[in-house]
């Protein structure tokens, strides 16, 4: 039988057609084979570490991808920040956070590097959480009245550490040394890490970090967490009172975790990223992992972790304009 010829321009439209679905099939399978990268400001160990691997093990599941912990320690996740800023937009590249680095770090530094509304898109949020007070072993004190107590034994002066400079842990012990009248000097660390070392070793006799940084070590009674942040005691450590009920307010607002990834990223690439964060938290497994870690865990679709973290930075600026703070 014989075939009528197809048109010129009929052939040239088919060749196009079948040109372009070659390179979407090309595109598919090279974002189905590529590797996933997920920046963490902190080292490795730290609460903030140890969520990232969490999800990551899991998201690697559901995006049919390989997901790897990058961390970029350091200056309380600037480092990681500006690596973000500089990673193509392609999908491939996020960056797991806490409200420090977004809402507060461009606040306290003259020149971070980084522009939050300018160079990232908010992907997903996945918790909040709440920041402690916590006393060293070799500290004798087992509440927060007698660390105090302590402290004036010591000639009112104590060193206590914290994650970052410029953070909601330096201001609690800048409060905590105007209310009590005291000299205590805030020691920046690292990250929670090497901070919850030196306190382990007594060379430190506090800490203020996250409650998933202290957890462990305060149910295995080697640190004893004294004080939390927020509206209400935490579940993980009922015992435990708030500073507001300790006598100092103003730091309610509690901290969140999320996901950006840099500006430009196209959207479906953040919408499929976010979906699958959203079933990850949703699993029982790491949902109990996350809340024994002393987070209450909630999932923030995009729109809702942007507002979240504008919210955050107006309450901030506000704290830090009336503590004085001049950005470094």
Do not use: C
Not at 20 to 43: C, D, E, N, Y
Not at 173 to 200: N, Q, T
Not at 208 to 219: A, L, Q, R, T, Y
Not at 262 to 286: E, K, L
């Amino acid at each position: 039988m014989s075939r009528t010829p197809l048109p010129s321009t009929t052939r040239r439209r088919l060749t196009q057609a079948l040109a372009v679905a070659a390179l979407m099939g090309t595109g598919f399978a090279a974002q189905a084979q590529s590797t996933v990268r997920l920046l963490v400001g902190f080292p490795a160990g730290g609460g903030t570490d140890v969520i990232a691997r969490t999800l990551a093990d899991k998201l690697q599941g559901e995006l049919g991808q390989s997901v790897i912990v990058d961390n970029r320690a350091g200056a309380g996740g600037q480092i990681a920040a500006n690596a973000l800023k500089t990673s193509a937009p392609d999908g491939n590249t996020f960056f797991l956070t806490h409200d420090h680095t977004v809402s507060i770090l461009p606040l306290v530094v003259k020149s971070p590097g980084f522009d939050p509304a300018k160079d990232f898109v908010a992907v997903a949020g996945f918790a909040t959480f709440v920041n402690a007070l916590a006393v060293s072993g070799g500290t004798p004190a087992k509440s927060m009245p007698e660390y105090l107590n302590w402290l004036k034994g010591q000639g009112g002066r104590g060193t206590i550490g914290i994650p970052a400079p410029a953070s909601t842990p330096e201001f609690l012990v800048k409060v905590l040394a105007d209310k009590y009248k005291m000299d205590l000097l805030a020691a920046p660390y690292r990250g929670s890490a090497p901070m919850i070392a030196d306190m382990l070793g007594n060379q430190i006799s506090a800490g203020v970090g996250s409650v998933p940084d202290f957890i462990e070590n305060h149910k295995a009674g080697k640190i004893r967490v004294v004080g939390v942040l927020g509206h209400a005691r935490q579940a993980a450590m009922p015992d435990v009172p708030t500073f507001a009920e300790l006598g100092v307010a103003g730091f309610e607002d509690l901290p969140y975790y999320g996901i950006f990834a840099p500006a430009g990223t196209p959207q479906a690439a953040i919408d499929r990223f976010s979906a699958a964060v959203a079933r990850v938290v949703a699993m029982p497994d790491v949902h109990a992992k996350l809340t024994a870690m002393g987070l209450t865990v909630g999932y923030m679709p995009q729109q809702q972790l942007h507002t979240r973290e504008q919210a955050y930075t107006r309450t901030w600026a506000r704290i830090i304009k009336d503590s004085g703070f001049q950005p470094q």
